[in-house]
T-cell receptor, first 109, second 113 residues
Framework: DAKTTQPTSMDCAEGRAANLPCNHS???????VYWYRQIHSQGPQYIIH???NNETNEMASLIITEDRKSSTLILPHATLRDTAVYYC??????????FGTGTRLTIIP | EAGVTQSPTHLIKTRGQQATLRCSPISGHTSVYWYQQALGLGLQFLLW???????NRGNFPPRFSGRQFPNYSSELNVNALELEDSALYLC????????????FGAGTRLSVL
């Protein structure tokens, strides 16, 4: 799995868009980018994934740069319930997930 | 549709005892994964079961074991409990061949005294 780098923590005002970056400069051509989040004391929750095109679902948008070396998860209108640790995972296989330290996102009222 | 369910929610044991944790996957999911999350630490992969077989295990001693039943539910057993086994144990399930999209339960918090 390609190594990922995420900021340790970020703050975002409630109602604003939260933009969470992830660097994955060693990503290979067949590796996807996956995002999960873990709200305090709960199990992780799958958010979104993509290969090279931008993706959007009911939870978030994923923007992947053209060279695929970085991506950004966008929560369009952050709420207090979006406070969580967000994990960016890059992989191809379908076995275990390897969670790094993630970004602790705090939504400020 | 019911999500991944885990039982019990909390489990208190003493050192040296055995603990059994249970997981029921989402209907239609054949793969089950177990993870350990010690306080303040990240999720560590424990075991992966698919179609009743153990497919992969993480870097944990043999006293961590499990099985998957014909109905795809799973059990995690931890023998000879040690204080450092205190953690949140999370179970996840996925469709066959789609292990990158896993759905997690709420976990079992194991406390070893």
């Amino acid at each position: 799995d390609a190594k990922t780098t995420q900021p340790t923590s970020m703050d975002c005002a409630e109602g604003r868009a939260a933009n969470l970056p992830c660097n994955h400069s060693t990503i290979s051509g067949n590796e996807y980018v996956y995002w999960y989040r873990q709200i305090h004391s709960q199990g992780p929750q799958y958010i979104i994934h993509g290969l090279k095109n931008n993706e959007t679902n009911e939870m978030a948008s994923l923007i992947i740069t053209e060279d695929r070396k970085s991506s950004t998860l966008i929560l369009p209108h952050a709420t207090l319930r979006d406070t969580a640790v967000y994990y960016c995972i890059v992989r191809f296989g379908n076995e275990k997930l390897t969670f790094g330290t993630g970004t602790r996102l705090t939504i400020i009222p | 549709e019911a999500g991944v369910t885990q039982s019990p929610t909390h489990l208190i044991k003493t050192r040296g005892q055995q603990a059994t944790l249970r997981c029921s996957p989402i209907s239609g999911h054949t793969s089950v994964y177990w993870y350990q999350q010690a306080l303040g630490l990240g999720l560590q992969f424990l075991l992966w079961y698919d179609e009743g077989e153990e497919r992969n295990r993480g870097n944990f001693p043999p006293r961590f074991s499990g099985r998957q039943f014909p109905n795809y539910s799973s059990e995690l057993n931890v023998n000879a409990l040690e204080l450092e086994d205190s953690a949140l144990y999370l179970c996840a399930s996925s469709l066959a061949g789609q292990g990158n999209i896993q759905y997690f339960g709420a976990g079992t918090r194991l406390s070893v005294l």
